[in-house]
């Protein structure tokens, strides 16, 4: 099994709205990503959690907090975002960080109004 | 810190024809991946190469490792219409700071 599961699937939220987009995988994996993609780019990385800890943030700003519950779930909260921030969102993992294959879930289309 | 350029940016694929992409690094690779991503989804793992020289297949598809380890070809035989999609290279190794770093992406199209 390689699944990586995101909900929801697709996303309305207005500016000054608040939401959760999740992320859950049953690996055994204990390096989660989360990437933002604009059409036509490849995915950008914006955080990396190695072992529930936050090991890497891309420079993001503060209105996207990420938050890893346990080894196997992987949240990113979402406050006070623009309309530019509208974008696929995907959550990934691997084995570990390093020479290993990460594994994709399907995104979340978010749409800012 | 690392780039990773993936060509052609785009190509045009008529059933039946064998297409090839390539990615290269401006340092050494320990590892390459190689994805395909159809619209809206999630990148999906094709192939993980690890070892300079090797050759890699999965189904129709073939990729190999560089001798150099600073390239990677992808190989795509007898194409057919759901092969449409981009296919980008990454690099999930420590030189590039454990952070999964993609190309741009080959995007494959239907010739019309």
């Known amino acids: 099994d390689t699944e990586v599961t995101q909900t929801p699937k697709h996303l309305v939220m207005g500016m000054t709205n608040k939401k959760s987009l999740k992320c859950e995988q049953h690996?055994?994996?204990?390096?989660m990503y989360w990437y933002k993609q604009k059409a036509k780019k490849p995915p950008e990385l914006m955080f990396v959690y190695s072992y529930e800890k936050l090991s890497i943030n891309e420079s993001v700003p503060s209105r996207f907090s990420p938050e890893c519950p346990n080894s196997s779930l992987l949240n990113l909260h979402l406050h006070a975002l623009q309309p530019e921030d509208s974008a696929l969102y995907l959550c990934a993992s691997s084995q570990a960080t390093g020479n290993t294959e990460a594994f994709f879930g399907q995104g979340t289309r978010l749409t800012v109004v | 810190g690392q780039q990773l350029n993936q060509s052609p940016q785009s190509m045009f694929i008529q059933e039946g024809e064998d297409v090839s992409m390539n990615c290269t690094s401006s340092?050494?690779?320990?590892?390459w991946l190689w994805y395909k991503q159809d619209p809206g989804e999630g990148p999906v793992l094709l192939i993980a190469?690890?070892?300079?020289?090797e050759l890699t297949s999965n189904g129709r598809l073939t990729a190999q490792f560089g001798i150099t380890r600073k390239d990677s070809f992808l190989n795509i035989s007898a194409s057919i219409p759901s092969d449409v999609g981009i296919y980008f290279c990454a690099d999930p190794s420590k030189a590039a700071g454990n952070k999964l770093t993609f190309g741009g992406g080959t995007r494959v199209l239907v010739k019309p």
């Open positions: 190469l690890y070892k300079a020289g």
């Open positions: 340092s050494i690779f320990n590892t």
């Open positions: 690996m055994g994996h204990r390096a």
